[in-house]
């Protein structure tokens, strides 16, 4: 005769509790613009290459070029910085309309970049110390241009398109004027060279802060010459992405309104460099 066997537990019974997938917060579910994120990691690793190159091992591709002995060229080297603030701008349309702007007022978005701005500006000053060995307050470097180039244009982002199309054209004309076609002061002709020029001129006369303690002596409001050229270059990243978002246009259309403005503004600055040399710099 055989006795049926009992299964006895051997730890009490758990139950397994039930989750509504649907009732937890969506970490994940903002699509991301794949363009953007390649292009980032692209100007990010061409600056780890840039950072690392010398003379004598790397292309002069990798090599600052700026004044370069009066020749004032431009390398693919120069091209990492205004390309990072053309990404800064392609983000500003994506983040302001459905990222951390989404349901804010236009004061909130302005406020939230002012301290995004004043946090990256500290960063830029840290590291500006740790390097010269010296706490430096009002600098002009990359991130503090980064950090106002961000702000300035969240500010525009919220104007009408005339407005950022008539300061684009504004700064870079007056730029333009200040280089090559105003006389410099008291020589009464046009002097274009690499430490005496009118825009250099106008900064340490006009734009400069003199008497003050040392870390204010230097100019700090000189970089407003440097900063609003750059920050032309991230509102065209915000037409950039702009156009991106139209949803309303097909995808194929969209991307050859894109090539095609990419051509034209490509036309439009060799013909200017018959005038005005390509260079980061100016």
């Known amino acids: ?53 010398t003379h004598e091992s790397f292309h002069w591709q990798f090599q600052h070029r700026g004044w370069n002995m009066g020749e004032k060229g431009a390398s693919l080297c120069d091209m990492v910085f205004p390309w990072f603030l053309f990404a800064v701008g392609c983000a500003i349309p994506f983040s302001m309309g459905g990222g951390r702007g989404a349901g804010k007022s236009a004061f909130e978005k302005v406020w939230e970049a002012f301290k995004r701005a004043l946090l ?26 980064i950090a106002w180039g961000d702000f300035l244009g969240v ?18 004309v007056a730029k333009w004027l200040m ?8 020589a009464g002709v046009v002097v274009w060279e690499e430490k005496r020029h009118l825009d250099e001129w106008v900064k340490s006369n ?5 008497g003050g303690p040392m870390w204010f002596v230097g100019g700090w409001f000189g970089g407003l010459t440097q900063l609003l050229p750059a920050t032309c270059c991230v509102v065209m990243g915000m037409w ?7 949803q ?6 969209r991307a050859m309104w894109l090539i095609a403005a990419g051509l034209i503004a490509l036309l439009l600055a060799y013909v200017w460099e018959r005038d005005l040399a390509f260079s980061k710099d100016f």
């Open 248 to 253: 309303a246009l097909p995808s194929f259309l």
């Open 240 to 246: 950039a992405a702009s156009l991106i978002r139209a």
């Open 120 to 145: 990256i500006y500290a960063l830029g000053a840290v590291i500006t110390a740790a390097r010269r060995g010296e706490v430096v307050f009002f600098l002009w470097d990359i991130l503090p241009i």
């Open 206 to 210: 006009y734009l400069s802060i003199r």
């Open 1 to 53: 005769m055989t006795t049926p066997s009992t299964a006895i537990p051997l730890s009490p019974p758990t139950t397994t509790p039930t989750t509504n997938l649907a009732s937890l917060p969506a970490l994940h579910n903002r699509p991301r613009l794949l363009a953007l994120d390649a292009f980032r990691g692209f100007v990010m690793l061409l600056m780890l290459v840039v950072n690392s190159s």
């Open 179 to 186: 280089l090559t076609k105003i006389n410099y002061p008291d």
């Open 155 to 172: 500010v525009l982002s919220l104007m009408p398109r005339w407005v950022q199309a008539g300061f684009v054209v504004a700064v870079l």
